[in-house]
């Protein structure tokens, strides 16, 4: 069963014909919760996901070299009930360009516009293979900065330059480097954090993502 694999309690909702899942993010990581999504989507293949490596790891180090940590102009107070937008995107790409970058751009665009931002600072989780022992959540982390100017293609190139930061970040915390609180914290360093995960969706379903700290 579901609940004895995961950390997960499952809610059947007969009238509105949905499954409500309540996951224990200390102990369900990112390589979990797209399988969890490949099965709920009916998919027939799980997405390609990169691997834990100390090699990769430590030659992607140098990456996080670019950083510049500044703190958010805008906050969300924690007694603010949260407040979810559904949005119709256009899931068609640009040729040579990512079907990621396109849906992240539109994402983004929609977010600098409500902050009202000339520079929206982002980080993107990255779910990584659960094949490391004690690995509760095993991701790596892309940070990029979106500008006003941005296009889908020059965004597009920021994920290529910075993607090795996600097999570094990735080492870092597999190791237990990064230290306690170090997720908290890094989210306090950014304006908004977006998680993506691509499923073929075979049944048509509809997703939502709440998280709760």
């Known amino acids: 069963a579901i609940e004895d694999e995961w950390d997960v309690s499952v809610v059947l909702n007969r009238p509105k ?45 140098p ?3 670019v950083l510049k940590w500044r703190p958010p102009v805008v906050t969300l107070p924690i007694d603010q ?50 094949n490391i022992p004690g690995a509760r959540n095993n991701i790596g982390i892309i940070f990029i900065d979106f500008h006003a100017n941005d296009t889908v293609s020059s965004l597009h190139e920021k994920i290529q330059r910075y993607r090795k930061q996600a097999h570094a970040t ?3 915390i597999v190791q237990g480097l990064a230290g306690k609180g170090s997720g908290s914290s890094t989210r306090k360093g950014v304006d908004c ?13 509809d997703f939502l993502w709440s998280y709760y700290n």
């Open 17 to 61: 014909r949905a499954i409500c899942l309540e996951l224990n993010h200390a102990t369900v990581g990112g390589g979990c919760l797209v399988e969890l999504g490949k099965h709920l989507a009916n998919g027939e293949k799980m997405p390609e996901l990169p691997q834990s490596s100390l090699y990769m790891g430590l030659m992607c180090l």
């Open 81 to 130: 009930p949260i407040r979810r937008y559904w949005w119709a995107f256009d899931n068609a790409k640009e040729a040579d360009l990512s079907l990621r970058a396109s849906l992240l751009f539109q994402v983004l665009d929609k977010v600098r516009h409500a902050t009202g931002k000339e520079v929206l600072r982002t980080y993107l989780p990255i779910a990584f293979i659960d």
């Open 170 to 172: 990735n080492l870092l």
């Open 193 to 205: 954090v977006v998680t993506q995960v691509y499923l073929e969706n075979a049944g048509n379903q």
């Open 63 to 65: 990456s996080l070299l």
